[in-house]
């Protein structure tokens, strides 16, 4: 029987998810999202193949778990950075930034390897609230700011972000990209405001 090398079997178990969850993050960014498998992923953890099934039906539920772990972070990351602002514009200008730094870093390079999987249909619901959660901290901003319609203005800023992370993937230079891209949404969310 393997050691535990947590305090509680819950925290022992915590520990080997993330274990797993690493390993699969490591092979998808080494080699894309489809050399995700459970024997890859055990032998990179060092585990067995029935160690990995303990925690994850499939090699698409780990993946699964994978998408929603980096979207829950990267929404955690733009939370705390849009909460640094004093005003709601302010707010909405640092997410723009933050969202668009995350391309221009290459820190999206995950998502995008997990891109090329067949996720399982059952956790599609999961994988969209995550994704959702994205776009949780400019609601009250916008709110604040006097637009009526929130869901367009939404619309309107993930088309332009989702836009502006092309052109900075393409090669584009993006400080130039996100300073425009902050400049144009701004504008633009002060209009529906009116």
Request: aromatic share 4%; glycine share 6%.
């Amino acid at each position: 029987m393997p050691k535990i090398e947590t305090q509680t079997l819950a925290q022992h178990r915590d520990w080997r998810r993330s274990q797993l969850i690493e390993a699969a993050a490591a092979i998808a960014l080494e080699s894309g999202g489809e050399a995700i498998t459970v024997a890859a992923v055990a032998a990179r953890a060092g585990l067995s193949r029935t160690s990995v099934y303990e925690y994850f039906a499939s090699s698409a539920d780990l993946a699964a778990d994978l998408v929603i772990d980096e979207l829950n972070s990267f929404a955690q990351e733009l939370k705390v950075i849009s909460e640094a602002g004093d005003t709601p514009v302010e707010a909405i200008d640092l997410w723009i930034e933050g969202s668009l730094q995350y391309i221009a870093d290459g820190r999206h390079l995950l998502a995008k390897a997990l891109n090329a999987i067949d996720l399982p249909r059952n956790r599609s619901a999961a994988i969209g609230g995550a994704h959702g959660a994205l776009l949780a901290p400019l609601r009250s901003k916008l709110v604040e700011l006097g637009i009526s319609d929130i869901n367009f203005a939404l619309t309107l800023i993930q088309s332009i972000t989702d836009g502006a992370s092309r052109r900075i993937e393409s090669g584009d230079d993006a400080d130039l990209v996100i300073t425009s891209t902050r400049e144009f949404c701004i504008a633009g969310l002060t209009a529906l405001a009116r």
